[in-house]
């Protein structure tokens, strides 16, 4: 049974580059939510999505946008690149909302912007 | 959602007992207390949740006193591989997934 995966693990880009990081579900979940985590801080919501629509959001810019597909899989794309930007990106998965107090997470991409 | 309040880190020795201790004052009614361990280069991994009591698992154990205040994660006999940051989150069971994570503890276990 395959956990949360996500693709690529590590990416450096430029200042202004835009970037999309991809994530497959825990099989049998519906549910993703994509978190930032900086060096030395706790993870940061960043949005979830559920039946193809984000459902709720956090205090991260409009540069910041995601999709899910049919197949519950999911994008999280990040526009006009800043040095700020460079964290751990991890993406979890639950079983629908109502079960997305407990969330799989995978192994994370880390994305460095020079 | 509930803030947290956690030491930011432990040390302890192998085969020790680890309890980590977090403040969670303004908890509502409808609030579940969770907790995720991280190790390094890792995504947060699920331990153990509870609402009131006492929960135990494979892994640990989670007291709650009554007024639920403050809750407990407890490590019995610790090794090297439970070297780990461990977030205590507080949230409404079923929030919709807006996981809040602090600064967490980390917790250094040496031989």
């Known amino acids: 049974d395959a956990g949360v995966t996500q693709s690529p693990t590590h990416l450096i880009k430029t200042r202004g580059q835009q970037v999309t990081l991809r994530c497959s579900p825990k099989s049998g979940h519906d549910t993703v939510s994509w978190y930032q985590q900086a060096l030395g801080q706790g993870p940061q919501f960043i949005f979830q999505?559920?039946?193809?629509?984000?459902?709720q959001r956090g205090n991260f810019p409009d540069r910041f946008s995601g999709h899910q597909f049919p197949n519950y899989s999911s994008e999280l794309n990040v526009n006009a690149l800043l040095l700020g930007d460079s964290a751990l990106y991890l993406c979890a998965s639950s079983e629908g909302l109502a079960g997305a107090d407990t969330q799989y997470f995978g192994p994370g991409t880390r994305l460095t912007v020079l | 959602l509930a803030k947290t309040t956690q030491p930011i880190s432990m040390d302890s020795y192998e085969g020790q007992e680890v309890n980590i201790t977090c403040s969670h004052n303004n908890i509502a009614t409808n609030d579940y207390i969770t907790w995720y361990q991280q190790f390094p280069s890792q995504g947060p991994r699920f331990i153990i949740q509870?609402?009131?009591t006492k929960v135990t698992n494979e892994v640990a154990s989670l007291f709650i006193p009554a007024d639920r205040k403050s809750s407990t994660l407890s490590l019995p006999r610790v090794s090297l591989s439970d070297t780990a940051v461990y977030y205590c989150l507080v949230g409404e069971s079923g929030n919709t997934g807006k996981l809040i994570f602090g600064q967490g503890t980390t917790l250094q276990v040496k031989p």
């Open positions: 999505y559920y039946e193809e629509e984000e459902r």
């Open positions: 509870g609402y009131k």
